[in-house]
């Protein structure tokens, strides 16, 4: 078994190894956005189908759970960037401070996700199961409407229905109303676990290299797992940059 | 060391012995296989796992052949039919004609084309294998639990809410298999970019490498589409999620588009590396340089791109916009051109060359002509108003079978008979050999062409019955199929046997350019004695009068022609 | 190695830009833009993530190889979400039953073909 640092045999030098790898996680970070591209392809043509509904839905997330997930995870990606220089200036010990920090970092935005589903599964709003988008309107105390709240959310509906009715004569306007924002939350859910998933994946990640630079494995003449799995992080930064906007700050202005 | 050859190895290898040490005999034991990280072995892996699949698809393919003997349907239920046809598709295509050649010629011989010791991460080639054995074992579990009913296209809401079949193990392998694609064209455009020998420029790559490079880019580009859209197809079966479900709002269609814009360039995936051992095997057996190697580079960056933008032509007849389908019945005729070029280019290295007959030969103009016909008959598809008639029907059947077996099967058989010394050190028995592509040849026209005209006729897809007036093509069509079996067959006996019993080859039993032929059958493990380096340029028949051709000169310095 | 470093300065200063951005995402979306809302929020994010490509994942210090790499993935993307656009966006809405004429028959006569 190689120790890291060390030239792998099918290379000739360790230029072409470190190029090689910085490559490879490019290459692969591509697929990644043709990957997430795919459903977010799906989200651009129902929302174009349904802006009503993904509004009604989206206006059921929590707006301050998401910015504040926001800002953490852009932290995190500070914090990864500082590890990377870290490692580029041989700061050995603040290679593992940094990385830990992004690690706990990358929790807390787990954490705070765990919050908002099992908020949406107590306000039927799981596909599937009982899903109700007119649940929090009925019943407010349940899901911690003040009265001002709930006045809005109920003006919401009651617009979301007349639109479903005016589109779709013969449809009754609460029921199409359910089925349009159970698909804006088969998509939310969806493309945030996917996100999730692949936060956890870089968690695993960010623990090996927590490892390897406790070790002090990391300096500025080898940190090329540190740069890569940086690169990665940062890219599932970047799809929550995204994420955010596209499910969170859909008509909240009409709110 | 002269800079006018390639160079000799310090221990040349002695031509009726195999060399002492090689990539076969270097360890022992089922770990030193299972455990490898020798591309070549990696190959040898892929080879017999394909080969496997080869054969679950090719027995779903003859019962329906024979199910298709009389009308009226009396093999199988029409349920059990519609199972046939999805399974011996996702076998053929996910489990043999995608990996095919890429995985088994592609990584045998690439890094020994490049003058590198192996390809840039050995580790992820060996899990790429695994990968591949996983998604096929969750696709066999499917075929064995219940089948598969829904048309290897998965078209929803018949995939994701209606089907009784086995679906969800099937897309799960099929989305792990992915995987599996991608690794491999990550791992051979890293390769191609860091891992060349020194002198070895881009454009003086083997045509060989440059059809892997852009089935690579279509690997990465397109294969993660699948895999979300197979993802969202299983989440909407077993979550009730709503995608793709018209009672939730959501649209079949996008689940097409979203289908497509893989599958459209997986059947690139499918027929680039064919053509790339085309390119090979043609200056070969005719003993000259091959004509308009830039353009035949470029062209195959070409279809890899312009495959992209083509895939809505699956679906003409789904209710799509017009300006749409114009425009992709548009796209779908200019990707037509870059093969022409090829098919243009190869002919052209024909002219005026000194031709053999060998086998490679054989399946290599077999390719050319079968492409030809494939190809064409994919322009009548892509014009909309006949596209309306022959939408599903067996001119479809036929015209995608023209290419993915006259053209990629037969560039596979093609790539495996021609290097087949390289790889086992002995030669197969020639004159059988040709005798099994020259039936291969007559069986598989006589399969397919029929199916041309009964498609023409109007015979449906898919259908497990037809009316009385078709059963003479059908008839036709299955007798084709059955010497179509024996072509498969004797290749498979005769290669296995070649194995122990052939003849020792020697380095380069052709003659044949590329840096391949310079080193040992079998190679070492670490591919050459010492690091080549490279200052001569691809298919230089013409100045190394020791490949045999007729009036070459001894070689003239020639610049280089141009850097990565 | 020839590797350029990027300062912590730099870092905090692509940070402070990111949590800028962010901030103003949030005030757009109650503000009434009518279609433009969508437009602002995606230009936002595309902004950030350019940011973030550029200066913490080192895009802007990278080979040309690796830019190009970068641009395909994106290109790749717009290829996929405008040409499935160009289907939807330019299909034109079925007429509900009630509005269209009623579809003429054919006369079914001896001799004739059947009808269809």
New interface residues.
């Given amino acids: 078994m190689h120790r890291t640092g060390e030239l792998y045999?099918?290379?000739?030098t360790l230029e072409?190894q470190k190029?090689?790898a910085t490559?490879?996680m490019w290459?692969?970070l591509?697929?990644?956005i043709?990957?997430?591209?795919?459903?977010f392809?799906?989200y651009t043509?129902?929302r174009h189908?349904?802006p009503t509904?993904f509004g009604v839905g989206g206006n059921m997330l929590d707006l301050f759970l998401g910015a504040a997930n926001t800002v953490v995870l852009i932290a995190s990606s500070l914090t990864m960037a500082m590890a990377v220089w870290a490692a580029q200036t041989s700061k050995k010990p603040l290679v593992t401070v940094f990385l830990i920090l992004t690690l706990i970092l990358g929790g807390v935005f787990l954490g705070v996700k765990v919050v908002e589903y099992k908020q949406k599964f107590d306000h039927h709003l799981i596909?599937?199961h009982n899903f109700d988008i007119t649940y929090c309107s009925r019943n407010p105390a349940a899901c911690h409407l003040s009265d001002a709240d709930l006045i809005k959310e109920k003006k919401e509906i009651k617009e979301a229905i007349e639109v479903e009715n005016s589109a779709d004569p013969e449809g009754a306007g609460v029921t199409?109303l359910n089925?349009?924002a159970?698909?804006y939350f088969?998509?939310y859910?969806?493309m945030t676990g996917l996100h999730a998933l692949h936060m956890v994946i870089g968690a695993g990640l960010l623990l090996w290299l927590i490892l390897e630079a406790r070790k002090g494995r990391f300096d500025a003449n080898y940190n090329t797992p540190v740069e890569n799995i940086g690169l990665y992080w940062h890219f599932v930064d970047i799809v929550w940059i995204f994420l955010f906007p596209l499910l969170y700050l859909i008509n909240r202005h009409l709110a | 060391m002269s800079s006018t050859q390639p160079p000799l190895s310090p221990q040349p290898q002695v031509e009726n012995q195999l060399p002492r040490e090689h990539y076969l005999n270097a360890t022992y034991g089922i770990r030193s296989w299972l455990l490898t990280t020798d591309h070549k072995r990696i190959a040898l892996l892929y080879l017999i796992s394909v080969t496997f699949f080869f054969f679950i698809g090719g027995i779903f393919a003859s019962l329906i052949r024979i199910h298709l003997l009389t009308p009226g349907g009396y093999l199988v239920t029409p349920e059990t039919y519609n199972k046939l046809f999805t399974m011996h598709g996702v076998a053929m295509i996910f489990f043999f004609l995608i990996p095919s050649i890429p995985a088994v010629l592609g990584n045998f011989l690439i890094?020994i084309m490049i003058g590198?010791?192996?390809?840039?991460?050995?580790k992820i080639n060996l899990l790429s294998w695994y990968i591949y054995l996983v998604g096929g074992a969750f696709v066999l579990y499917s075929f064995a639990t219940g089948g598969l009913d829904t048309g290897w296209t998965f078209y929803t809401p018949l995939s994701s809410i209606y089907s009784n079949s086995a679906v969800t193990p099937a897309v799960i392998g099929i989305f792990i298999n992915g995987f599996s694609s991608?690794l491999t064209g990550?791992n051979f455009?890293?390769t191609v970019?860091?891992?060349r020998a020194p002198g070895m420029t881009w454009f003086r790559l083997p045509l060989f490498v440059w059809a892997h490079y852009a089935t690579s880019l279509i690997f990465?580009?397109?294969?993660?589409?699948i895999?979300?859209?197979l993802l969202?197809a299983g989440?909407?079966r077993m979550?009730?999620?709503?995608?793709f479900n018209p009672?939730?709002?959501?649209?079949p269609?996008?689940f097409q588009?979203?289908f497509w814009?893989y599958s459209h360039p997986a059947v690139y995936i499918m027929i680039l590396p064919a053509m790339g051992v085309i390119s090979e095997i043609i200056p070969t057996f005719a003993r000259k340089p091959i004509f308009g190697y830039d353009f035949i580079a470029a062209s195959s960056i070409g279809i890899a791109v312009i495959g992209?933008?083509v895939?809505?032509h699956h679906m003409f007849v789904t209710?799509?916009?017009?300006?749409?389908a114009l425009?992709?019945s548009f796209l779908s005729y200019l990707v037509a051109i870059p093969s022409a070029v090829k098919v243009f280019n190869w002919t052209a290295t024909l002219y005026k060359g000194s031709i053999s007959f060998d086998t490679p030969m054989l399946y290599g103009l077999g390719f050319i002509g079968l492409f030809t016909i494939g190809g064409l008959t994919g322009l009548f598809l892509a014009c909309l108003g006949l596209d309306i008639h022959l939408h599903d029907t067996y001119f479809v059947v036929a015209h995608f079978h023209y290419i993915m077996v006259g053209g990629a099967i037969m560039g596979y058989l093609g790539g495996i008979h021609f290097w087949w010394p390289k790889i086992t050190g002995r030669l197969y028995p020639e004159y059988l050999a040709r005798i099994a592509a020259i039936t291969l040849f007559v069986g598989f026209n006589l399969t397919f062409f029929p199916q041309f005209i009964l498609g023409y006729l109007g015979m449906p897809r898919r259908y497990h019955d037809y009316p009385p007036e078709y059963q003479v093509l059908n008839v036709m069509s299955t007798a084709g199929a059955s010497i179509l079996a024996l072509g498969y067959l004797l290749p498979m006996i005769y290669l296995t046997w070649s194995m122990r019993y052939g003849k020792v080859a020697g380095k380069n039993p052709w003659p044949a350019t590329g840096l391949e032929w310079t080193t040992d059958s079998p190679p070492l493990t670490e591919n050459f004695h010492e690091?080549p380096v490279v200052d001569w340029e691809p298919y230089d028949f013409l100045h190394r009068p020791e490949l045999g051709l007729l009036g070459a000169t001894s070689k003239k310095p020639v610049p280089a022609h141009g850097d990565d | 190695m020839s590797e350029h470093i990027v300062s912590p300065k730099l870092y905090f200063a692509v940070f402070a830009a990111l949590m800028l951005g962010t901030a103003i995402t949030v005030w757009a979306a109650y503000v009434d833009l009518g279609r433009l809302n969508i437009v602002v929020a995606l230009g936002i994010a595309t902004i950030k993530m350019t940011l973030v490509i550029l200066f913490f994942m080192h895009g802007k210090y990278s080979s040309r190889?690796t830019k190009l790499i970068i641009a395909?993935?994106f290109f790749?993307l717009a290829?996929?979400l405008v040409?499935?656009l160009?289907?939807?966006?330019?299909?034109?809405p079925e007429p509900s039953r009630s509005q269209l004429a009623p579809v003429p028959t054919l006369q079914s006569e001896a001799g004739s073909l059947g009808s269809v």
């Fill in positions: 045999g099918q290379f000739q072409q190029e090689s490559l490879g290459v692969f591509i697929t990644e043709l990957f997430f591209g795919g459903i392809m799906a043509i129902n189908a349904y509904a596909p599937g199409a089925a349009h159970q698909l088969s998509l859910f969806g | 890094p590198a010791k192996d390809l840039a991460f050995p991608i990550l455009i890293i970019h860091t891992m990465i580009l397109g294969t993660p589409v895999a979300i859209t969202l989440l909407e979550f009730h999620m709503g995608f009672v939730y709002g959501g649209d269609i996008l588009h979203l814009f992209f933008i895939w809505a209710g799509q916009a017009t300006y749409a425009a992709f690091t | 190889r395909s993935g790749w290829i996929m040409l499935t160009a289907d939807y966006t330019t299909r034109h």
